[in-house]
């Protein structure tokens, strides 16, 4: 049964300092223990800039799909059982929780829109499911490739959410089955120091130093302020001045065989 070891953080961009406003990204990241098998279990999301409350948005969407995830997921096989309607489903109910968040608020649904960028490793399959910008990247051997490159809306600087009308047509997800090993995700505001966009690849050296201090690490060294260290830096603030999300799992018996 294959081990994880992870760190994640979701930081308040300089903008939003400036301007009083809360960290709209959530994440949440676990590793999920079957009678077989575990699993790792990361989402993100990334709240709309211009809406009131979407720092509550993100957060019942990364609560409510961690949720669905733990429920559904049993062993690998659950992965490869994944269909349209169980991803319908579980949009559905995340959507009505936003919605109720949003009639005690008194105010509309768009106020809390959200991205979602989700995804479950097994030991032989994985789940990912995306909607909105921000992006989830894997190595399988020994390259890096993303699960979607990040969504636009129909004008420059615009994405999808959630919480729009239309929101099944701009949903994408998808089963790798192999074994992946490495994980990361983030949100938009780093999506420029991670991928190349000129010719859609991915940047390795901005993540592969960083996973690859995390696997060789003891079990008792946390990453939690070093990571929160880098998300705060002049450098990176300097890139950009969003909230910024960045997750980063790698599993500890890479390169061995199950049994």
Excluded at 22 to 28: M, T
Excluded at 88 to 107: G, H, P, Q, Y
Aim: aromatic share 10%; charged share 25%.
């Amino acid at each position: 049964m294959s081990e994880w070891r992870l760190v994640y953080d979701s930081v308040r961009g300089t903008s939003h300092e400036v301007d009083d406003l809360p960290c709209q990204d959530s994440s949440r990241v676990l590793t999920h223990y079957t009678n077989s098998t575990s699993m790792l279990i990361s989402v993100c999301a990334d709240g709309a800039g211009s809406a009131s409350f979407s720092d509550q948005g993100s957060q019942i969407a990364c609560e409510k799909f961690a949720e669905h995830c733990q429920s559904y997921f049993v062993d690998d096989d659950a992965i490869r059982g994944v269909t349209q309607e169980v991803v319908a489903d579980w949009l559905v109910d995340i959507r009505s929780a936003i919605n109720d968040r949003a009639e005690e608020l008194e105010t509309d649904t768009r106020q809390l829109a959200t991205t979602l960028l989700g995804c479950v490793i097994g030991e032989q399959a994985s789940f990912f499911l995306q909607i909105g910008d921000g992006a989830m990247v894997y190595r399988s051997e020994d390259s890096f490739q993303f699960a979607f490159w990040p969504h636009t809306g129909e004008f420059a600087n615009m994405t999808n959410f959630l919480t729009s009308d239309n929101f099944e047509s701009q949903v994408e997800w998808k089963i790798v089955e192999e074994q992946l090993n490495d994980l990361a995700a983030f949100t938009d505001g780093l999506e420029r120091l991670v991928l190349k966009f000129e010719d859609q690849t991915i940047h390795e050296p901005a993540i592969t130093p960083m996973l690859e201090a995390i696997r060789d690490s003891q079990p008792e060294e946390d990453f939690s302020e070093p990571l929160r260290g880098f998300l705060t830096s002049e450098g990176v603030n300097e890139r950009t001045d969003d909230d910024k999300t960045l997750i980063l799992a790698t599993r500890l018996n890479y390169g061995e065989s199950d049994s």
